[in-house]
């Protein structure tokens, strides 16, 4: 139920000055209900691992191989792929930035959140309209009143005219409204960006997986030649007498296996095909002239690791997260605004006539000022019932970005963890590589000199293809969380001047923020 304060209407002049300076000073002195808004502080972790990495060990000569530094308090470029040093990689992720349909969907619905954002604005202003009515009308000769001052029972009537209404934010309802909208565009902003990062991962981690599966199906292939071989001689030894019917039923057993191991291969090599194609917005069918090679990609060796109160202010999710509980927080000022009185003011101007053409002679015009004033009495404890779900809804929204902080920093800190690991299991499987050759190279000169057999030849070819299988996978781990690390770490977003549009917020800590933030903790 609302009650509702009689309007004005055809006030003096005199009156309507009054009114019109009463409402202003309501407006003007009018606050917007609700808690303000803060930023969370920032974490207290003092940094973003267990403890400081270390610089991971390096793999001369192979691809992959290089020492990579961690640089605390390090930048990101946006174009963080173009370290890897690959035209063709550049190529790719460029068209997918283009064409990719999921980035293109999350920039329309940006857009169509700055535009709520600017539909809400219009609230602040008022509302103008303006229309035009025209009637024949007939009165029943017993009328008691008819309209026409000739007493004439079949006319017409003629009504242009002008409403003007406005309802002053006295209590900051619309200020509000327009906030939660304003955190509501920022958060699909961060999504967007979001979007646009986790596109450029996916390309380089597929790129790079593409390039290790080539190289293991390669091994693998020669691996399936090397046993059928292998299959071949102990047939004839069986024929001969030289070998017994298990020796060839375990080889030929092991033959089976190896070329078990190629189709599940080859369906993910083909996967990764057109997982690239659609990335770029293509179709899985559109053949891709892009064949990624692990010894053409350069392995970052300065790496950067962000200082923890950065990293809240880099990875977009959080910032989607704060920018969530920002809107939630102006919703609890609606929600508390809804609650208390509502003033609108109204205002009418036109004309009505007979004829058209004495629409505008004296006489015929009208006007009418109106304020009403209504306030809600009972709602059935709706309005309570809405003001505490819009509480709950903001705690409910800074329990979300508290973990969203915890797995930003734990993503961070499984990557630098199986950075140091990848390096210390390429090593491994470096050493393990190298000792294959060794021992495929002893077989060879001691078969050629007639001191081995063909068939120890061949187990040691395939030793050292399976060693090249393994060093191959290893190989890919390095590049795949290297990309992992600039993913987790923000992408370098805020050095793109496309995703820093007016009215954005405060771009992360600069290198001399970086500085002061670690003399500033190392002084407490």
Not at 276 to 298: C, I, K, Q, W
Not at 370 to 377: H, M, N, W, Y
Request: neutral net charge; glycine residues 6%.
């Amino acid at each position: 139920m609302t009650r509702r304060v009689p309007s004005a209407s055809c006030a003096t002049g005199s009156s309507l000055r009054h009114l019109l300076a009463a409402v202003a000073a309501l407006a003007i002195a009018g606050c917007a209900v609700g808690p303000d808004f803060h930023k969370p502080a920032a974490p207290g972790a003092g940094s973003l691992s267990a403890g400081s990495p270390p610089t991971t060990t390096g793999v001369a000569n192979i691809a992959g191989g290089q020492a990579q530094q961690f640089v605390s308090g390090g930048d990101i470029p946006a174009d963080w792929w173009t370290l890897f040093h690959s035209p063709a990689l550049n190529a790719l992720i460029e068209q997918s930035l283009a064409h990719n349909p999921d980035l293109k969907a999350a920039q329309a619905a940006l857009a169509v959140a700055r535009e709520s954002t600017e539909a809400g604005r219009g609230a602040y202003y008022p509302s103008v309209t303006a229309g035009v009515s025209a009637s024949r009308e007939q009165d029943p000769p017993g009328a008691l009143a008819p309209v026409p001052s000739n007493n004439a029972f079949l006319y017409n009537l003629f009504t242009p005219q002008v409403s003007v209404s406005y309802v002053p934010d006295v209590f900051g309802r619309n200020r509000r409204t327009v906030e939660s909208l304003m955190a509501q565009q920022q958060a699909v902003r961060f999504q967007m960006i979001a979007a646009r990062i986790t596109l450029s991962s996916n390309v380089v981690a597929a790129a790079v997986q593409q390039a290790s599966l080539r190289a293991q199906i390669e091994a693998t292939r020669e691996l399936v030649g090397i046993n059928t071989s292998m299959v071949d001689i102990l047939k004839y030894r069986l024929d001969k007498g030289y070998a017994g019917r298990l020796d060839l039923a375990a080889q030929e057993a092991q033959l089976a296996q190896v070329k078990a191991a190629l189709p599940p291969l080859l369906t993910q090599l083909a996967q990764q095909d057109h997982l690239l194609a659609v990335l770029a917005g293509r179709f899985p069918g559109e053949a891709l002239t892009e064949n990624f090679d692990l010894a053409s990609l350069h392995l970052p060796q300065q790496l950067p690791v962000s200082l923890p109160s950065a990293l809240v202010a880099q990875r977009p999710d959080v910032r989607q997260a704060e920018a969530n509980m920002h809107a939630a927080s102006a919703q609890v000022g609606v929600a508390i605004a809804n609650r208390l009185p509502n003033i609108s003011l109204t205002a009418n101007a036109g004309s009505t006539a007979l004829a058209i053409h004495q629409l505008f002679k004296s006489g015929t015009g009208f006007w009418s000022l109106g304020a009403d004033l209504a306030a809600p009495i009972f709602q059935g404890g709706s309005l309570r019932h809405q003001e505490r779900a819009a509480r709950a809804t903001y705690v409910e929204a800074s329990e979300q970005y508290r973990s969203t902080v915890l797995t930003a920093f734990q993503n961070v800190a499984d990557t630098l963890a199986a950075l140091q690991h990848d390096a210390e299991g390429l090593q491994a499987a470096a050493t393990a590589a190298d000792a294959a050759k060794l021992t495929l190279d002893l077989s060879q000169r001691q078969y050629k000199d007639g001191y081995a057999g063909y068939l120890s030849l061949l187990s040691a070819e395939q030793g050292y293809q399976q060693a090249r299988i393994a060093l191959v996978q290893a190989q890919a781990s390095r590049y795949t969380d290297t990309a992992a690390l600039f993913h987790a770490l923000g992408g370098g977003w805020w050095h793109d001047a496309d995703n820093e549009p007016a009215g954005a917020a405060p771009a992360p800590l600069s290198a001399s923020d970086h500085a002061r933030t670690n003399r500033d903790s190392d002084e407490k």
